[in-house]
């Protein structure tokens, strides 16, 4: 039941991804009247919507007592500053990162987007190297560069796009950057979100919780 459950959430989970990449990346170039959407309002709904369901899941573990909820909320978050400062820089980080991502987006095609983002697997295997003193096997370092010579070769212009004038070499450069930003945003607040974890007994939901609660303002 077990090993059921872990493939089901892999393949929900690779699913959730691709097809939040493609979703954003047509939303970011359908031809419209009007003007597009801010890219910076869709972060501050989807910061809304996690905060929202994490409240919901610490009430559901509060056994759906709202008084539970609310002593729960003051004792681990009010009541802790400093455990919840700790979480400042991460947040700032992930709204920077989640704002990269749709200019990447709105200048790269999906898949050249999809396959470079997955650098950020070798930016996470770093920052886990030297914050988390990890330990890396021959095959895992050999996968990374397997990954990096992948990135390469997409990144490599054809033919076509040598032709193609649909996208500028400005504008590709640019979501190149921001996507390499990213990765690296997202390979070290990653971890340090782990050492944070790993380090209190606080739950992810709450951690959560005080992730957003820095990360309102700076999308705002």
Request: glycine fraction near 4%; proline fraction near 2%.
């Amino acid at each position: 039941m077990s090993t059921n459950l872990k493939y089901l959430s892999l393949g929900i989970l690779v699913f959730q991804t691709t097809s939040l990449v493609l979703t954003m990346r047509y939303s970011r170039t359908l031809k419209e009247e009007g003007p597009r959407y801010l890219s910076s309002t869709a972060v501050v709904v989807a910061e809304l919507l996690k905060i929202m369901a994490c409240i919901l899941l610490v009430y559901k573990d509060s056994k759906c007592s709202l008084r539970a909820l609310n002593r729960v909320l003051h004792d681990e978050i009010l009541n802790k500053p400093m455990e919840t400062l700790k979480l400042a820089i991460p947040s700032g980080i992930y709204t920077l990162q989640n704002n990269l991502l749709y200019v990447a987006l709105s200048n790269l095609d999906a898949a050249t987007y999809q396959v470079t983002y997955q650098l950020k697997i070798l930016t996470t295997a770093l920052f886990s190297v030297s914050m988390l003193s990890k330990k890396l096997g021959v095959y895992q370092w050999l996968s990374l560069v397997i990954l990096m010579t992948g990135v390469a070769f997409v990144q490599w212009p054809s033919d076509s796009q040598l032709d193609s004038k649909e996208l500028s070499a400005g504008s590709q450069f640019v979501g190149l950057m921001a996507v390499l930003t990213a990765c690296f945003s997202s390979g070290f607040a990653g971890v340090y979100f782990e050492k944070i974890l790993k380090e209190t007994k606080q739950s992810v939901w709450i951690r959560n919780i005080q992730l957003v609660s820095f990360s309102l303002e700076p999308s705002l």
